[in-house]
């Protein structure tokens, strides 16, 4: 599956036990892993500025970059979401062809899919997963 993680879901990931660690660490290692320089970006920020943490400090951040491909994300026709920080991950995944998003973003889940991608919260990326 080609999968894009929206920046809430990598920095849970990052700095808290849980739902989107597992996903990180045990999920996301059998599909395709997309992002762009707007979104690695985003994560650096909220790292330096949320976390206190500097990039160079989290070994997976090095990982990521390593293992997802980057894209250029499309030009979307029309503003979309509230936050053009959402735009941004919605035109990243439209570019990388994405079968989902997984998100915490409210903004986001509230579309439900968008150009045919599935936009889930980690929750429900699991269930589907669990379910085959």
Known sequence: MRVVCDTNVLAAALVAEGLCRDIVKRRLPAHDLYTSKGMIDELVGTLRRKFRVEPRDVPFLKAYRERAEL??????????????????????AVAARADCIITG??????????????????????????RG
Do not use: H, N, Q, Y
């Open 71 to 92: 894209v250029k994300p499309e030009k979307l026709k029309r503003p979309v979401c509230r936050d053009p920080d959402d735009d941004l991950v919605l035109a990243t």
């Open 105 to 130: 973003d409210d903004d986001l889940l509230i579309l439900d899919r968008f150009a045919g991608i599935a936009i889930l919260s980690p929750r429900a990326f699991v269930d589907a997963m669990d």
